[in-house]
T-cell receptor
């Protein structure tokens, strides 16, 4: 079993749709969680950190469920420009090496 | 402010050749990392450094060496390239939080180096 697993995708949705991605992690000691966005053949860029109480940034909402060991990303009112691969990243603690990326979920928003 | 800069952007090597990838950051970050990304997969950590003069192995270190002689630079070396090392390589940097950990300390990535080994 992978340490970090994401919904396999791909997700194909129409503009304006609401879409949600989940990411599960196996290390219960994990401390920090992030969602990154990666456009085709480009470097990953931070979308948002995920806080224990949940957090929102415009159309994006991130949630953390420590009991069930998963994080989620909700995108409301999808735009064409949201088409990308979304990577879940889990940090295991203060050791710089304990970072694990999910394989990513591909989203395509269609007109 | 350039952020994280990787050179070269593209390279084609023949099996057995060697090369060095350079990563430079101007954000005074303590931590630097080298990842590789293969098609349809997430990023896998090759080596990392928590400060000048220190390096450590990541998830897939075999066939690679690194050096961090200066805080702003992190070099990745391939001594004898193999076709299995064909990949996109990303360098990243980050800073420790006030408590010394990684809470809310995101990675800043370079643009990547696309390496093909024939």
């Amino acid at each position: 079993r992978k340490e970090v697993e994401q919904d396999p995708g791909p997700f194909n949705v129409p503009e304006g749709a609401t879409v949600a991605f989940n990411c599960t992690y196996s290390n219960s000691a994990s401390q920090s969680f992030f969602w990154y966005r990666q456009d085709c053949r480009k470097e990953p860029k931070l979308l948002m950190s995920v806080y224990s109480s949940g957090n929102e940034d415009g159309r994006f909402t991130a949630q953390l469920n420590r009991a069930s060991q998963y994080i989620s990303l909700l995108i409301r009112d999808s735009k064409l420009s949201d088409s990308a691969t979304y990577l879940c990243v889990v940090w295991g603690g203060t050791n710089a090496g304990k970072s694990t990326f999910g394989d990513g979920t591909t989203l395509t928003v269609k007109p | 402010n350039a952020g994280v800069t990787q050179t070269p952007k593209f390279r084609v090597l023949k099996t057995g050749q060697s090369m060095t990838l350079l990563c430079a950051q101007d954000m005074n970050h303590e931590y630097m990392y080298w990842y590789r990304q293969d098609p349809g997969m997430g990023l896998r950590l090759i080596h990392y450094s928590v400060g000048e003069g220190t390096t450590a192995k990541g998830e897939v270190p075999d066939g690679y060496n690194v050096s961090r002689l200066k805080k702003q630079n992190f070099l990745l070396g391939l001594e004898s390239a193999a076709p299995s090392q064909t990949s996109v390589y990303f360098c990243a940097s980050s800073y420790p939080s006030a408590t010394g950990g990684f809470e809310n300390s995101p990675l800043h990535f370079g643009n990547g180096t696309r390496l093909t080994v024939t």
